[in-house]
């Protein structure tokens, strides 16, 4: 039995006919960039997630260079992140000049480890950004209480945590700003580049607002240095189409990751810890195991793709190398780079493909 890794085909196939439709609605009424369809999709969204307001970008990178422009962060400011993440929970900092400090990871969750975030800080120190990986809240209580001690701005990149909350609150409004990304293969994926920024507090939601737009307010006049981080209408349109069935998508991946956890039963492998203060909503499912290499050929051979998120974490890749934090710097990203392999998980995998994944593991 085939199980791809991913396959966003049948999601695509599904909603064709009303896909086409509105963004043929779109295309007719030359809503290009922002406009009603974006409008509409900005209130959906928060609506449907508990957000005060949100705002449409171009991705999900465009929210956290946005987020790390309002915040102040520039040169001689350091801002802490983790190690073990998509490169560009980091991009921003570099953008604005400011410099990436990380610190390392607790083991479970994959998540930023508050103890060693606390002992990152410094005199320099500006900001903090928390990434929620693979859908798992971060100890938000804890990092929020150092935040405070050190008055720092914090930043929630929520790219795979859409629909994800923290004891009861969903990520993105417990820190200063949230960030989102629609990226194809995330949980709500549009039909091209797309991201989303939330804020609990007004006055950053408006800066926000304004950097989108060339810092602007009033057409051709700049009050602040912006730049372009609008959302084009195509996007807003299809994920119109695509928020209503958010809810079903993530209650189906909560159902095949609690299906993972009660059937892998395999020597030595470390199943991902779903800790009670948050609510994850799987973007991957990751399990680590001392013999990855030999456990995703195994998979290979039964027909089951599997991917390795992330092999090289961000203090050892090329464009970090002058921060000088070398190989055994931070050794539990270190291990997790080692071993860990990402499982099947989207919403259209069949109880079947589950069972044939579970089963193949059991037998390695
Ligand atoms: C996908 C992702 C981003 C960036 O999103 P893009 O839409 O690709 O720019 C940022 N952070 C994390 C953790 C991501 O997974």
Sequence with gaps: MKVPFLDLSLQHQALRSEALAALTATYDATRFCLGKDVEDFERNFAATLGYPRALGMNSGTAPLHVACMLAG???GDEVVTTPFTFISSAWGISYVGATPVFADIEAGTFNLDPVKLAA???????????????????????????????????IEDCAQAVGASYRGTPVGIIGDAGTFSFYPTKNLGGCGEGG?????????????????????DRRYYHDIVGGNFRMDGFQGALLNVKLPHLAGWTARRQ????????????ADVILPASPDYGRSVYHQFTIRHPRRDALREHLAKHEIGTDLIYPVPLHLQKCYAALGRGPGSLPVAEGA????????????????????????INTF
């Design 337 to 360: 780079a080692a071993t860990c392999v990402s499982l099947p998980i989207f919403p259209e995998l069949t109880d079947a493909q589950v069972d044939h994944v579970i089963q193949s």
């Design 255 to 266: 159902a095949i990751a609690a299906r993972y956890l009660a059937g892998i039963r395999l």
């Design 120 to 154: 990152a800080i410094t005199p320099r120190t500006k900001g903090i950004i928390v990434v929620h990986l693979f859908g798992q809240p971060a100890r938000m209580d804890e990092i929020m209480a150092v935040a405070r001690q050190h008055n720092l701005f914090v």
């Design 73 to 75: 962060f520039g040169p």
């Design 196 to 216: 989303a920024f939330v804020s609990r507090r007004e006055e950053i939601h408006t800066r926000a607002r304004h950097i989108r737009v060339h810092g602007s």
